[in-house]
């Protein structure tokens, strides 16, 4: 090859690269494992297989050392999604995924097919779908597009949700500048099944044929996986077409065909064709059954005859699975899927040898080792102190004015758009469906009752939760309090914490000092998970949530801040038990149950108060958090607290509020008479500090003598303080001699920011 030959073909392989988000590294070491340079179809099936999406090259030697196992975990992270026994032959199966790039691209369908997708990961395990979360980060609510990106995006989740069936009863909006390019949609979905009624994508025999179902193959989310592990730029509206389009009526006839045949036993193997479609779905399939594939391309059921091999490859069209079933089975198992108007082709067949070979137009197209194609790179990437947390110091209060009207701060922290109601949000998903919703969303944590209609009274707790504020200050903490703070949410409902799924978005993993905010956050999420006995049994790594813009004549990466969000699932054996955050009468006495330390660094008080929230915010007692959270659900098992809310953005005061006027039915207040001076704290660390290890409780102003003594006692057994700052009251929010406001007036503004 001459010298102008050279040059040429490595200009073609550098603008390749770019396109296909493989490093000139990665790319070698392809031509390398092939022999050969990849043509387009070889390198469309690396890209996707080798992106972060999928590979998870950046996070796996992390992510492996978090705990995945427990008592009552039948399947941790691999498959589909995570499996947990619920007793009685059921199992309960969980995940939650990001769809955080298409969602900036195209909030609408990116939010939409992101809760497509995270429930066809449940049914693809044989569950039927019973409840949504999802967790939303958005800009400055102040910003010009926060309220496109709100609307749109709250509009498809409510679209694929309520279309399906499946109630969305709970979740988290938050609104912070970081997020102004890069917003993040988490979708979490929760199924149930029997025990022995669980689908794997391991199962392949030889002789199985492969079997695609669903919908048509389209040219929509081609180098969706590719795109979903690169940053944002100034063109990010060009790649609309990475984005796929969902059909959510389509998804319900695919999951009753999909449970119709699987309860029929007519599948030995299924995959959701999610990220990468097609590719990941059959090497994913092949790899985890220790065989190998044939893959007829003429078969794929298409929606336009202009579509290459690698695009029938790469497409992410929604709504399609590939499955695996005896030769014998497969008429029975067509007729389920048309009597459900879906496609049911046979495209293919196991084989022995681990390589999957592609016939297109009658011939063998190409032949790709599983193993070559799977087993992608793994990186220990290099890890930095990020320069900013140098200048987080700890918090002396001492160092700012007291402010002169406690009544106008606590007002405008009530009606911050991160505190205030998101009512006007939660009202748009139909949380209701299948009447199992005993706790809706708003409130601490979801409750949902099993035995639909029946005597039965067990149940389970969902809530998703994370603090990207913290993260950035502290990742180590912020990673822990995700944990901590899902767990608080259920225990003040009565549950018990039983495992846990995550999410963890993040900047790019090639930027050092991202990648140490990652390891610390990670090491907060694994000291917690183990102290409070929560394995992480599935979950969903989002990288590179940057984008770099013009800022005068200078290209800046804009950042978000690291954000990594728990979704915890917990246990309750009678749901007629469990306890709601809001006060429920008159002359109820209202306790501080735990211990307040008093740090407001980092709070919304400190950013609002003095624009400052750039300290160090407190380390979390883990020791003392499983005995409080104990403590707490003895309290409410035994039937001796009326409320209980815990500590958390916004302080005591927001907790004191919040209780007082979120009841369905009433509206009531408090006068609280706190001495600070027993504590050490100043009034507005005691009014506004955030991270406390404490509850609000209230208990019936009718409470006997031998029932009081018994709440003493139990606190007392395990070690927790138990102190009474007041009573329940109508209409009016009092505290010591600093806050003294109108219930309605407060009730008015909470509920009227979004």
């Given at each position: 090859m001459d010298k102008d030959n050279v040059s040429a073909k490595k200009n073609d392989i550098k603008k390749t690269e770019k396109l296909f988000g493989l490093s000139a590294e990665e790319y070698g070491k392809i031509s390398e494992l092939l022999g050969h340079e990849p043509d387009a179809f070889e390198l469309g099936i690396f890209s996707a297989m080798w992106s972060e999406h999928c590979s998870y090259k950046s996070s796996k030697v992390y992510l492996k050392t978090l705990p995945t196992e427990g008592g009552k975990v039948l399947i941790g992270p691999g498959e589909n999604a995570g499996v947990v026994d619920f007793g009685d032959g059921d199992v309960l199966v969980f995940k939650m995924e990001s769809h955080n790039h298409p969602s900036f691209i195209e909030p609408f369908q990116?939010?939409?097919?992101?809760?497509?997708?995270?429930?066809?990961?449940?049914?693809?395990?044989?569950?039927?779908?019973?409840?949504?979360?999802?967790?939303?980060?958005?800009?400055?609510?102040?910003?010009?597009?926060?309220?496109?990106?709100?609307?749109?995006?709250?509009?498809?989740?409510?679209?694929?949700?309520?279309?399906?069936?499946?109630?969305?009863?709970?979740?988290?909006?938050?609104?912070?500048?970081?997020?102004?390019?890069?917003?993040?949609?988490?979708?979490?979905?929760?199924?149930?099944?029997?025990?022995?009624?669980?689908?794997?994508?391991?199962?392949?025999?030889?002789?199985?044929?492969?079997?695609?179902?669903?919908?048509?193959?389209?040219?929509?989310?081609?180098?969706?996986?590719?795109?979903a592990s690169e940053e944002f730029d100034l063109k990010k509206n060009k790649k609309r077409s990475t984005v796929q389009v969902g059909d959510p009526f389509t998804e319900k006839l695919l999951l009753e065909a999909c449970l119709e045949a699987m309860e029929k036993k007519l599948i030995v193997s299924i995959q959701d064709m999610g990220a990468a479609g097609l590719t990941s779905s059959s090497f994913e399939m092949a790899d985890s059954s220790g065989k190998g594939m044939i893959i007829n391309l003429d078969a794929i059921p298409l929606r336009t005859s202009e579509?290459?091999?690698?695009?029938?490859?790469?497409?992410?069209?929604?709504?399609?699975?590939?499955?695996?079933?005896?030769?014998?089975?497969?008429?029975?198992?067509?007729?389920?899927?048309?009597?459900?108007?879906?496609?049911?082709?046979?495209?293919?067949?196991?084989?022995?040898?681990?390589?999957?070979?592609?016939?297109?137009?009658?011939?063998?197209y190409k032949t790709l080792s599983v193993n070559t194609v799977v087993n992608g790179p793994e990186y220990k990437r290099p890890v930095k102190k990020p320069e900013y947390l140098n200048s987080v110091?700890?918090?002396?209060?001492?160092?700012?004015?007291?402010?002169?009207?406690?009544?106008?701060?606590?007002?405008?922290?009530?009606?911050?758009?991160?505190?205030?109601?998101?009512?006007?949000?939660?009202?748009?998903?139909?949380?209701?469906?299948?009447t199992a919703t005993i706790v809706p969303p708003g409130f601490s944590a979801a409750v949902l009752r099993v035995n639909v209609g029946g005597a039965g009274k067990k149940g389970f707790l969902l809530n998703a939760s994370g603090n990207s504020?913290?993260?950035?200050?502290?990742?180590?903490?912020?990673?822990?309090?995700?944990?901590?703070?899902?767990?608080?949410?259920?225990?003040?409902?009565?549950?018990?914490?039983?495992?846990?799924?995550?999410?963890?978005?993040?900047?790019?993993?090639?930027?050092?000092?991202?990648?140490?905010?990652?390891?610390?956050?990670?090491?907060?999420?694994?000291?917690?998970?183990?102290?409070?006995?929560?394995?992480?049994?599935?979950?969903?790594?989002?990288?590179?949530?940057?984008t770099a813009k013009k800022d005068g004549d200078k290209m800046t990466v804009h950042k978000i801040y690291p954000t990594p969000v728990i979704g915890m699932l917990g246990f309750i054996d009678d749901v007629e038990k469990a306890v709601t955050p809001y006060f429920k009468n008159e002359g109820d006495e209202i306790y501080i149950l735990g211990r307040l330390s008093g740090n407001l660094g980092g709070s919304l008080y400190m950013d609002l108060?003095?624009?400052?929230?750039?300290?160090?915010?407190?380390?979390?007692?883990?020791?003392?958090?499983?005995?409080?959270?104990?403590?707490?659900?003895?309290?409410?098992?035994?039937?001796?607290?009326?409320?209980?809310?815990?500590?958390s953005e916004g302080g005591i005061f927001v907790s004191l509020a919040e209780s007082a006027i979120t009841s369905p039915n009433q509206t009531l207040g408090f006068a609280v008479n706190y001495d600070t001076s027993k504590s050490g704290v100043r009034i507005d660390s005691f009014l506004f500090s955030e991270f406390e290890q404490a509850f609000i409780i209230s208990v019936d102003k009718k409470l006997s003598g031998p029932q009081k003594t018994a709440v003493s006692e139990i606190c007392a057994d395990y070690g927790i303080k138990l102190e009474k700052i007041g009573n329940v009251k109508k209409g009016i929010m009092k505290i010591n001699d600093k806050i003294d406001l109108k219930s309605d007036k407060i009730k008015e503004g909470y509920f009227s920011v979004i």
């Open positions: 990116g939010s939409a097919t992101g809760v497509g997708g995270i429930m066809r990961d449940i049914f693809t395990m044989g569950a039927r779908p019973v409840a949504n979360l999802n967790s939303l980060r958005f800009g400055s609510f102040s910003h010009p597009r926060t309220p496109y990106y709100l609307s749109e995006v709250v509009k498809g989740i409510g679209f694929y949700g309520n279309c399906m069936g499946v109630p969305t009863v709970g979740g988290e909006v938050v609104f912070d500048e970081c997020y102004n390019d890069n917003i993040l949609v988490n979708a979490f979905t929760i199924g149930i099944a029997k025990k022995d009624g669980i689908f794997l994508s391991s199962k392949c025999e030889v002789g199985n044929i492969v079997v695609y179902v669903g919908s048509s193959t389209g040219m929509d989310g081609i180098h969706g996986a590719t795109m579509i290459t091999p690698v695009e029938m490859m790469l497409s992410e069209s929604q709504e399609r699975m590939l499955l695996a079933c005896g030769r014998d089975k497969f008429n029975e198992l067509k007729a389920v899927f048309d009597k459900w108007g879906l496609n049911c082709v046979e495209v293919g067949e196991v084989i022995k040898e681990k390589e999957i070979r592609f016939f297109y137009k009658s011939k063998l110091k700890p918090l002396n209060i001492d160092n700012y004015k007291i402010p002169e009207n406690f009544n106008d701060t606590a007002f405008k922290i009530i009606t911050h758009p991160n505190i205030a109601s998101k009512k006007s949000v939660f009202t748009q998903y139909d949380y209701t469906i299948g504020k913290y993260t950035y200050l502290d990742p180590f903490t912020g990673g822990a309090l995700a944990v901590t703070e899902c767990s608080r949410n259920i225990s003040a409902c009565g549950g018990y914490p039983a495992a846990i799924t995550d999410c963890l978005n993040f900047a790019s993993p090639e930027d050092p000092e991202v990648m140490w905010q990652f390891v610390n956050a990670l090491e907060g999420i694994k000291s917690a998970a183990l102290k409070l006995n929560t394995p992480v049994i599935s979950g969903n790594v989002s990288f590179y949530n940057e108060e003095y624009v400052n929230f750039m300290q160090k915010p407190s380390k979390i007692d883990l020791d003392y958090e499983v005995r409080l959270q104990n403590c707490l659900r003895s309290l409410i098992n035994k039937g001796l607290l009326k409320s209980a809310s815990d500590i």
